[in-house]
Structures are given as structure tokens and as C-alpha cells.
């Protein structure tokens, strides 16, 4: 049987339908209630209606503040305001302090003021970052760029505290694993890229003890991309697992590529990496924020940067993946109209493509397939073939994925790449 090359690509929506929860405990704060919660994996689209991930937003002064000022949006109850659009918002005004559009002087004064009085363990009540020293306008500590600084760091927090901790619910069926083994037994070989933070697929197929590991931009994707039985998972966005230090040689340290023998459990290979950030240095998750404009890896001045280009090297990678590839299956991505570099990347792949068949899609969402099918408008008619199913779970439990994997043998595999560059 000849073998196949399947591209794998996981949305936010495959962990909530993925038989994962998380274990969300926020920071203490005064006298409310610190009580742990397990949660479905709130989604990206509709992350702050989500109450438990509303309350936790609510003890950051400064996310709290910023929703409220910029969105309007009281916090006496949830809201179906988007992380993607909550951060961008703060990016976009963070950079426009410096460019003297509006300065947000009195609501960094009024935030600096109200922090002093909700301190916790998530916020550094010393200042102790260089960049945030006190200021002659600013006796409380903290300089003009400190409300947005904050925001910026205390989300980093936030995503920790609600997407570092994922559990496999008791009797549940774990969907990551079902859908590898199900490809493995078809004889398929595959890459997989994840938007995702969590390491709910990691945590799958260690569990199900098979090999995978990461790539890194010190390998050559072309030498290493569908090896047979050792798949890569590219990260767009990087991983709470990961780690990114300042003032270090190496400032980012992946995971270990995980092997079947490694006997240890989940919770010692797989532990999120939590926010610390102090004078002579920071230690966080080498992530990216999913923000509109991806400046970690839209900005040439940043080409030297290591987190950049680790993560340009999991975008590099995936690209040709996609283009390699004799089939793609997306899974709880919903292509939203803001994500220009998810739809530039499928717009090159079928570029760049020489074949002239169409290339099949499976595309599962949580939606209609009727409605899901609008997302992939933006790619030229002729270079897709889409067939959409609602829901991961339907997915593994119907005839969808059988035909379609048959549809994909009957025909002609091979490098399908007209350039390289």
C-alpha cells in the first residue's frame, strides 16, 4: 500500500471537542474565592463569555480597566468579546502611545493608583523590570508605557492560568489520539500544525506511546518533514511548554522530543511554563500573542530575535508541509477574515503547487457544513476540494473520514512543489 502524506491542522475548537478539560485556578485576590475550576477549553472567538475565564480576567487591574475604558464593557457578567481581539486592541494602542495618536495619561494614572490595592501573585508590586522603574511623572512607579506593559504580561498570565493545566476527562474518548492512530493504520504519514498553546496533542500521543517531536529552526524542514511513524508538531504560536528566557545564550528551550520509553508522567513532561519577570531578566512561555498583526513575525527588525525566529521556522515548515501534502485536514480552525498569515500561508501553498487537481480538504468545525465551507472563499476556485464535517467527535464516529482518505488513495502521490525558496 503506498503511503500518504497528511497534513494536520488544529484550531482552538479541537481542544474544546477533544475530550480534554483544564484545571483553571486563578490567582488570590483579596477576599474572593480561589476555587479551581474544570473547564472545556474556551475557544479563541469567544473567550471572555466564558465565566470562569472572565473571573479570572477580572483580578488583572489592568485587563479589567482596559476592557471597560476601550470596550465599553462592564464586568458584572461575561462577554463575547475574542482574546485575538482583546490583544490586538492592546497591542494596537500600546504602539500608539509612542506615536502620540491618544497617550492614555489618565487611565495609566488611574491604573497605577487602583494596582497598588489588588497586588496577588501574578503582579510584581516592586516594579522590579528595568523598563518600568519610577518616573518623575509617575511617583507610584511605572512609566508612561506601564498600563500597556502590564496588560501585555498579565495576559501571558491569564492564557498560563487557563490553558497550562489540561486534563483528560475520566471515561472520555481522547480524539487527538484516535485520529493519529486511525491515519497510522491507513498507512499515512503526517505532519501536524497546531494554533494552539496547550498540550493537549503532545499529551495524546505520549499517552498513546507514540513518537513525535518538535523542529526547530536548526533543522532543514525539506530533510525531515512526513517521516514515517514520527510526526513534527509545528507550533504558529509557540507553547506554554516552552521556554523563552532573557539573558540567557539559549533563550529558548523546547521540550525534549518525547520517546515511547519516557515513562514519566504528563504532568513532569508536559508543565506549562508560568510568567516571572524580574530585574535581570524574565522568564515566560515562548509564545506569541495572537494578535492581528504578529509583530513577533511580521517585523524585519525583529530577524534576529530568537523567539521569531524559531516561530518563522514553524510557519517556513508548515508551508511546505501543505505543499508535500496529498490531503489536509483542519480541525476547529475557523479561518477568521483578521488572520491574513493563515490565509496567506494556504493561499501560497496552493500557489506553489504544480499539480492541477484539486487538493482535498477536510474541514471540521463545530459549525454547519453548509456555513463552514464560506471560510476557505478566500482560496482560488480550482485548488480545493472541500468537505466539511460538524464536530471532532462526528468526525472519528462517521463515514466521513473512511471516504474521504479512500477518495485520496485512487489517486496519483508525490512531490507536488514548483519552487522552493
Not at 148 to 161: E, K, N, T
Request: glycine share 6%.
Amino acid at each position: 500500500m503506498t503511503r500518504r502524506r497528511i497534513a494536520v491542522v488544529y484550531g482552538s475548537g479541537s481542544s474544546f471537542d477533544s475530550g480534554y478539560d483544564v484545571e483553571v485556578t486563578p490567582p488570590q485576590q483579596g477576599n474572593k474565592p480561589r476555587v479551581a475550576h474544570l473547564i472545556s477549553p474556551p475557544c479563541d472567538h469567544n473567550f471572555f463569555s466564558n465565566e470562569v475565564a472572565w473571573d479570572a480576567a477580572s483580578r488583572y487591574p489592568s485587563i479589567e480597566l482596559f476592557i471597560q475604558k476601550y470596550f465599553q464593557v462592564s464586568f458584572e457578567q461575561p462577554c463575547d468579546l475574542g482574546l485575538e481581539e482583546v490583544w490586538s486592541a492592546v497591542d494596537l494602542n500600546h504602539k500608539h502611545i509612542r506615536l502620540e495618536t491618544y497617550r492614555w495619561e489618565g487611565e495609566t494614572s488611574l491604573y497605577l493608583r487602583e494596582r497598588i490595592n489588588r497586588l496577588h501573585e501574578d503582579i510584581d508590586p516592586q516594579d522590579t523590570n528595568p523598563a518600568l522603574r519610577h518616573s518623575a511623572n509617575n511617583p507610584i512607579g511605572g512609566n508612561e508605557f506601564k498600563f500597556f506593559g502590564d496588560c501585555g504580561r498579565h495576559l501571558r498570565h491569564l492564557i498560563y492560568r487557563i490553558y497550562g493545566k489540561p486534563k483528560l476527562r475520566d471515561g472520555a474518548k481522547d480524539n487527538f489520539a484516535e485520529l493519529h492512530k486511525y491515519l497510522i493504520n491507513q498507512e499515512c504519514d503526517i505532519e501536524y500544525v497546531t494554533f494552539n498553546y496547550d498540550s493537549c496533542l503532545e499529551r495524546s500521543l505520549k499517552r498513546s506511546n507514540y513518537d513525535f517531536g518538535y523542529l526547530s529552526d536548526l533543522e532543514t524542514p525539506s530533510a525531515g518533514l512526513f517521516r514515517r511513524d514520527f510526526p513534527h508538531i509545528l507550533k504558529m504560536h509557540g507553547s506554554l511548554t516552552w521556554k523563552h528566557r532573557w539573558s540567557a545564550v539559549q533563550p529558548i528551550e523546547l521540550s525534549q522530543t518525547f520517546q515511547p520509553w519516557d515513562q514519566r508522567g504528563d504532568d513532569l513532561n508536559f508543565l506549562a511554563v508560568k510568567p516571572d519577570y524580574t530585574v535581570v531578566g524574565y522568564l515566560q512561555p515562548a509564545v506569541i500573542p495572537p494578535t492581528w498583526l504578529k509583530q513577533d513575525i511580521n517585523d524585519d527588525a525583529r530577524a534576529e530575535n530568537r523567539l521569531s525566529q524559531l516561530i518563522l521556522h514553524q510557519w517556513r515548515s508548515a508551508l511546505l508541509a501543505f505543499q508535500l501534502a496529498d490531503g489536509i485536514i483542519v480541525v476547529g480552525y475557523s479561518f477568521p477574515l483578521t488572520d491574513f498569515h493563515a490565509q496567506r500561508l494556504f493561499r501560497l501553498a496552493a500557489m506553489l503547487r504544480d499539480d492541477a487537481t484539486h487538493l482535498p480538504l477536510l474541514y471540521c468545525t463545530g459549525e454547519e457544513p453548509e456555513k463552514a465551507g464560506t471560510h476557505l472563499s478566500f482560496v482560488p476556485d480550482g485548488k480545493l476540494k472541500v468537505e466539511a464535517v460538524q464536530g471532532f467527535s462526528h468526525l472519528l464516529e462517521g463515514t466521513a473520514l473512511e471516504d474521504w482518505i479512500t477518495q485520496i488513495r485512487s489517486k496519483p502521490t508525490g512531490a507536488r512543489i514548483s519552487a522552493i525558496h
